[in-house]
Structures are given as C-alpha cells and as structure tokens.
C-alpha cells in the first residue's frame, strides 16, 4: 500500500552494529505496528503503538526498541543487531473505529529486508 | 489461547481451476478473521475482512470466504485462478486484545499455466 512507507527497503548490515529502520504514512490512522516475518512462521508483533505517547510490547521485542516520533512516523531500532535477526519487517498501520466495534484493519507496508552478517 | 491454523502449507492449481485455501481458527468469542495476500517482494494487501453479519464474503480480485462458525472456519475461496493468483496467503484472526493480529504460517500458492 503506497500509504505507507518503509526505509530503507534492503539492507545489510554486521553483527554488533545499530540500525534504524522506518515507517511513515499518509493514512492518518493513529495506530502503527512492527512486525517481522520469518519462512514459515508467519509475521510476529514486534512493538505497537495506538498514539504518540503510547508504546506497548508485542510477542518478541527483546533486542528491540521504537519511537513514535509524530502520528505519521514509527522507527524501530536494533540496537546492537544479531544474526538471528535477519528477516523481513513490515510496518503497519490501523484505522480503529469505535463506531463501528473497533474494525482495527491493518494495512502493510512494502517490508524492509534486514540481513545481518 | 487464540490461534490461526492454515493446515496446508502448499497447494498447486491450474489456471483455470477453482481454489478453497483452509483456514482454522480458535477463539472464546467471535472472532474478527481476514485475508492478506502477500506477492513475492511485495507487501500484504487485504484481501477481505469478516466481522459480523452475513457469513460469505466478498472481497478484491475475484475472492471469498465463507466464516463457519460450526466448523471454526474462514475458507478462501476463488472460482477461476488466474497465473496472477500465485502468491502466498495468509488467514489472519483478531480476538480481544485491539491490535493484536494472529498470522496463520501461510498458505504458498502455485499455479500452473
């Protein structure tokens, strides 16, 4: 979805070494997630955020950080990158509408493929 | 717990030829269940989305799936595959924690002309 923005789309980088990857969008949704997607695994939820001042957790985010920079602007960060975490990120964002029970369909960005050697 | 079951890990069509890609799912209460399609280095595009009311879904593309409360299923399904079809597909569920997606492993999609 051109909505929504992921830089860089290929990277590699070496263990030890801290990157930056980043999510951005026109949708004006107030939701963004990250996930990473692994052969055969499906995507996992790294971190979400349902605004600016809030971050939670997600099911793997050891090794892991973001920040919710504007409504529009979602990073997440590998502060010291492992080969383990070679895979492809997606970020996405959510349109909650509570007039409606709370839809929350999420739409994806294109991915960033991340290999650490 | 809630989870996502796509049993099949791989399935071959001709063109031409109908497709049903099977999706399980375990849930207290009724779930919110979609369909993503992600084409090879591309994103996930939503293919259709169930949330309540009437049971069969239409969706983009030619697809629909049909939410089996009986059965805890959310089958995809499509009459006539085109070449373009091949991708993999993913049955993904909603439960009560907002945001929080749970992927099925995926289903790859071949196709043969």
């Known amino acids: 979805d051109a909505d929504v923005t992921q830089t860089p789309r290929n990277r590699i980088t070496k263990t030890g070494k801290r990157i930056m990857l980043e999510c951005s969008q026109t949708?004006?949704?107030?939701?963004m997630y990250w996930y990473r997607q692994d052969p055969g695994l499906g995507l996992r939820l790294i971190y979400y955020s349902f605004d600016v001042k809030d971050i939670n957790k997600g099911e793997i985010s050891d090794g892991y950080s973001v920040s919710r920079q504007a409504q529009a602007k979602f990073s997440l960060s590998l502060e010291s990158a492992i080969p383990n975490q070679t895979a492809l990120y997606f970020c996405a964002t959510s349109d909650f509408l509570a007039g409606e029970g709370g839809t929350d369909t999420q739409y994806f960005g294109p991915g960033t493929r991340l290999t650490v050697l | 717990a809630q989870s996502v079951t796509q049993p099949d890990i791989h399935i071959t069509v001709s063109e031409g030829a109908s497709l049903e890609l099977r999706c399980n799912y375990s849930y207290g209460a009724t779930p919110y269940l979609f369909w993503y399609v992600q084409s090879p280095g591309q994103g996930l595009q939503l293919l259709l989305k169930?949330?309540?009311?009437?049971?069969l879904v239409q969706g983009i593309k030619g697809f629909e799936a049909e939410f089996k409360r009986s059965q805890s299923s959310f089958n995809l399904r499509k009459p006539s595959v085109h070449w373009s079809d091949a991708a993999e597909y993913f049955c993904?569920?909603?439960?009560?924690?907002?945001?929080?997606?749970?992927f099925g492993r995926g289903t790859q999609l071949t196709v043969w002309p």
């Open positions: 993904v569920g909603r439960g009560s924690t907002l945001g929080r997606l749970y």
């Open positions: 169930y949330f309540s009311g009437d049971t």
């Open positions: 949708k004006g949704h107030d939701r």
